[in-house]
């Protein structure tokens, strides 16, 4: 009798399926929380980052692992043991044909399960498009797979999969912006991110923040640089709120030796075109998630329309160690004005030598801005400081 | 007029040498990279983004040199790739382009062969593509020809009674399978190797030395500036060894064509699946399969280097731990970067075999010590 009411309970109860916060989660949130939760499952989050979860990842970890799969590590530590049915960790290496994710994101299932113990069976499907040529039928595969897992009704899940995809395309449409409103925005008509906290009557500083998803969106990582710089009167735009016609368009540039200011529009070039400016001379940036960074750098670099550049990168990532060196390349090739500011984040990086970098940062925009200029002697030792370092 | 040059890549820099004078490309348009030392190093890092993995660094630094020495058309490795393997031709180009060389770069994408072909098609003496594959495919046989000599003087060096014979006889061997032109000769040569070896080298059958085997990083597993000569440092603690990454990765077409052949690197992918589902860029998914392969053949120990920052070696690593101790095998992991020490390399070294030795002690259960020849140690 028991037995039998035991089974009618566990079958109402829903299945609970974990996803740590962390890297690809801030990419394709929309889009997987809508998919387990129109299949009838219930999404368990790991709680944002706190100290915690930095102290125990950091703890789990290899040293030369970069700042960003340590937390993760962390969020997954507290995930053990919140009696999850699955835990989500998909194996993402690319979606497109010329372009590829970090390769730590396709290890990362298989690490996590060799080295936790008590870990769930882990739900880890694999993508590639630029190695396999995955496409409509793999992902048709997949959905149906973990579909399987949490239902019987195979129009559930054809139904959980295009509201996933339809959540993914609301959501990207409402965080990208036109280049109407980019242009609006740098004519200083309209806000587009929190409004900034304008003190002692100061001018508004424009300026792009520039970082990957995972560190801009973590507050606990990014050591609350939104807010800060709220605070210190700055008007903000993120490297994910580019259009990314905009940045396809810098990139296909960059491949270019000369950097020609006339360059074409990606989306009126045939696409054999394309294939020869990019494929035939192989000389591409592939890292899809290094695009934004380097596209919006380009951008602001070039048409100097903003204040400054604040570029935030996690300590030893590897893709970002060529995308700086391609926006340094950049800055210093067309002589631009537009100040581009680099800093780096690891466990170690104290919140208040942050928050003077940032107000330092803040200052000599300032300065620059009301033709006060950096005081002669100041320019006069970077003169000095640039020549001996080249 | 183009002077062409191409980074220093360990022995095999030898097999990129030859592939221009198959192209007969004239001598004097050739500019070989020198040997890297410490000053060539030095000048790659100081050009590099620091956290950029240390085979860049180091391919930077000799092609510098070679540009300093007159070249102006570089060969480098391009491409759509997984890891920062394909980005090293372009990123060099915008930093040579910022230290003021004017230079045209070649970027050769390892995973399409026929455009490889193509792009050296396009520097050789107005080849036809027939013609092209027939200075190609010398290429690749010669490349059987050296991997095999390194298997040799890894084995050979650990266990002569004589120092030095075997870096006699390799020179010798050497020497001989780069003045040979003509396929049918080299693979004649191919089969006498080992009896070349085997006459000239005197052994000491019942020395009854470890077995290790050195995973990891291709670059690093193959250029003695970066490893810091570790196959001469086991082989002088009478130790054999043997490396498990091969360029045969990249170059062997007629492997890649023939479906009845399975390449070296397929089976180590699929020894490490339970462990590492999919490839995961660089030598990663290899070396875990090498580790599994090489413990169920009796070898005693494994070294793994890989450069500092290195990604698929980096996931590689958090995976080993969980391999020995399901397979008992001790894997002993060293990092290099460009400062790396050679006195903490060298007391490691010394210790992990301490150990294996101590092990092997512990496992021998009175089994008598067994004669070892070249053909017990070859697995190919």
């Known amino acids: ?390 | 007029m183009s002077y062409i040059t191409y980074p220093h890549f360990g022995p095999m820099t030898l097999l990129f040498k030859s592939i221009f004078q198959e192209m007969e490309v004239p001598e004097e348009r050739i500019i070989n990279p020198h040997t890297p030392n410490k000053h060539t190093l030095d000048i790659g890092s100081k050009h590099s983004p620091e956290w950029m993995c240390t085979p860049f660094k180091l391919s930077l630094g000799s092609l510098i040199e070679c540009i300093d020495r007159g070249a102006n058309h570089v060969f480098q490795i391009g491409g759509i790739g997984t890891c920062r393997a394909s980005c090293y031709g372009p990123v060099q180009r915008v930093i040579t382009e910022e230290l003021g060389y004017k230079v045209k770069y070649t970027n050769i994408d390892y995973h399409k062969p026929m455009d490889m072909l193509r792009d050296l098609q396009s520097v050789s003496n107005n080849f036809n593509t027939w013609q092209a594959l027939g200075a190609l495919r010398k290429i690749w046989v010669k490349n059987y020809s050296l991997d095999l000599v390194e298997h040799l003087i890894n084995f050979y060096r650990g266990v002569e009674l004589e120092k030095g014979e075997t870096d006699r006889v390799a020179k010798e061997v050497h020497n001989k399978i780069f003045s040979l032109h003509r396929v049918k000769e080299i693979k004649e040569f191919h089969k006498l190797i080992p009896k070349m070896f085997e006459d000239q080298v005197e052994i000491d059958e019942y020395a009854d030395p470890l077995k290790i085997g050195i995973i990891g990083e291709i670059y690093v597993v193959l250029e003695p500036m970066l490893h810091l000569n570790l196959y001469r440092r086991l082989n002088d603690l009478g130790v054999i060894c043997r490396n498990t990454v091969s360029l045969k990765k990249f170059t062997d077409l007629p492997a890649k064509v023939n479906p009845f052949v399975k390449e070296y690197y397929k089976l180590y992918r699929d020894k490490a699946r339970p462990y590492m589902q999919q490839y995961a860029g660089g030598d990663g998914q290899e070396s875990l399969g090498a580790t599994i392969l090489l413990r169920e053949m009796g070898w005693d120990g494994m070294v793994h280097v890989w450069p500092f920052s290195c990604m698929p070696e980096l996931s590689a690593q958090s995976i080993i731990p969980s391999i020995s101790d399901d397979y008992g095998m001790p894997v002993l992991p060293l990092i290099v970067d460009e400062q790396t020490g050679e006195a903490g390399f060298q007391t490691r070294l010394e210790a992990f075999i301490d150990m294996l030795k101590i092990k092997r002690e512990s496992e021998r259960n009175g089994k008598p010590v067994e004669k070892i020849s070249w053909n017990t140690f070859n697995y190919d």
């Open chain 1, 1 to 390: 009798m028991s037995k039998g009411f035991n089974n009618q309970r566990s079958k109402k109860r829903k299945k609970r399926v974990g996803f740590p916060r962390g890297l690809l989660y801030y990419y394709f949130k929309d889009m997987w929380e809508t998919f387990f939760v129109k299949l009838g499952a219930e999404v368990v989050l790991s709680s944002p980052t706190n100290k915690i979860t930095k102290e125990r990842g950091v703890l789990e970890t290899l040293d030369d692992e970069c700042y960003s799969t340590k937390l993760y590590h962390g969020h997954v530590l507290e995930l053990e043991d919140k009696e999850l049915d699955y835990l989500f960790v998909p194996r993402f290496a690319s979606r497109k044909k010329l372009e590829v994710g970090c390769p730590k994101f396709v290890a990362l299932a298989d690490i996590l399960k060799y080295t936790k113990k008590n870990l769930p069976p882990i739900i880890g499907p694999y993508y590639s498009t630029s190695r396999e040529n995955h496409g409509f039928w793999r992902l048709t595969k997949i959905v149906f797979e973990i579909g399987f897992k949490f239902t019987k009704n195979p129009l559930r899940i054809i139904r959980a999969a295009i509201l996933a995809l339809r959540a993914h395309r609301k959501a990207q449409d409402e965080l990208i912006i036109s280049e109407e409103t980019l242009e609006k925005w740098e004519r200083s008509e309209i806000l587009l991110n929190d409004p900034p906290i304008n003190n002692d009557g100061e001018d508004l500083l424009k300026v792009a923040l520039v970082g990957h998803n995972y560190v801009l969106n973590d507050d606990y990582a990014s050591l609350g640089v939104r807010k800060k710089l709220q605070k210190l009167g700055v008007d903000l735009i993120t490297s994910q709120q580019m259009p990314k016609n905009l940045i396809k368009r810098q990139l296909l540039r960059l491949s270019m030796i000369d950097y020609g200011l006339e360059f074409p529009e990606p989306e009126k070039l045939p696409l054999q075109e394309l294939e020869k400016h990019l494929v035939g001379r192989n000389d591409y940036l592939y890292f899809e998630f290094e695009h934004d960074i380097v596209g919006t750098a380009m951008h602001y670099l070039e048409n100097q329309k903003i204040d400054g550049i604040l570029m935030l990168v996690n300590f030893i990532c590897g893709p970002v160690s060529v995308s700086m060196e391609y926006a340094k390349h950049f800055a210093k090739k067309i002589q631009s004005e537009t100040p581009l500011s680099i800093l780096t984040l690891d466990a170690h990086t104290g919140e208040a030598g942050f928050q003077t970098r940032l107000e330092a940062f803040c200052d000599i925009l300032r300065m620059k801005k009301n033709k006060g200029f950096v005081p002669e002697a100041a320019e006069k030792e970077s003169d000095l400081l640039l020549k001996n370092w080249s």
